[in-house]
């Protein structure tokens, strides 16, 4: 079954702390993995593909294919950072329409 | 630009009654349109999904069902609202005819509340 798994409802950090937000997927085919965010008050957005092996607002996430993870993150939390991160999967590789499943989705939240 | 918007913002429903969710697009054509819907400690789920007007498919068998009728308006409807239809419905829309690496852009949702 496709799935993707956030283990952490919420995490809390400091800032200037490092960030790891967890994100594994099963799914038998060759994927296409997201992370969206979502900042108080604003509309579900995306972060940062894999595909594009790029970093965003200072986050980074790799594709292991070995452990099906493709965790997020920032090796210094800012308090902007603070927001609702949804690790996302996309199973219909090269077909029109595709849609994404979601993981519940992990609060981030960074204090001072 | 593209810009997506949905409609109402806010809805309060009694169980029973009737529901229509409105979603346009502007400054794009033939977009690939979404709906899913959040509901709480669950995680954002896929309702359905449309690659052009009158296509359909959905994704979760339920009361709700949704129509394209142009080309960039999609709707989300339901004959009868349940308790459990209780949720933060947000439509998305992609570029047509790429493969999955699309990015899929959101618009400010519809927050629905039967009682």
């Known amino acids: 079954a496709q799935r993707v798994t956030q283990p952490e409802k919420l995490l809390s950090v400091f800032k200037g702390a490092p960030v790891e937000l967890k994100c594994n997927y099963s799914y038998s085919g060759s994927p296409e993995l997201f992370w969206y965010v979502q900042y108080s008050r604003q509309r579900l957005q995306l972060l940062l593909r894999h595909i594009s092996r790029e970093s965003i607002k200072g986050f980074t996430a790799d594709l292991n294919k070995g452990e099906t993870s493709f965790h997020l993150k920032k090796p210094f939390a800012q308090e902007e950072d603070s927001a609702m991160y949804y690790c996302a999967l996309s199973p219909r590789f090269n077909q029109a329409g595709t849609a994404l499943i979601f993981g519940k989705g992990t609060t981030l939240s960074v204090s001072s | 630009s593209q810009t997506i918007h949905q409609w109402p913002a806010t809805l309060v429903q009694p169980v029973g009654s009737p529901l229509s969710l409105e979603c346009t697009v502007e400054?794009?054509?033939?977009?690939?349109l979404y709906w899913y819907r959040q509901a709480a400690g669950r995680g954002l789920q896929l309702l359905f999904y449309s690659v052009g007007i009158g296509q359909i498919s959905s994704e979760v068998p339920q009361n709700l069902s949704a129509s394209r009728p142009q080309d960039r308006q999609f709707i989300l409807s339901s004959k009868k609202l349940l308790l459990s239809d209780s949720g933060f419905y947000l439509c998305?829309?992609?570029?047509?005819?790429?493969?999955?690496?699309?990015?899929?852009?959101f618009g400010p949702g519809t927050r629905l509340l039967v009682l």
């Open positions: 998305a829309w992609s570029v047509a005819g790429t493969s999955g690496k699309e990015t899929q852009y």
């Open positions: 400054g794009t054509s033939n977009p690939n």
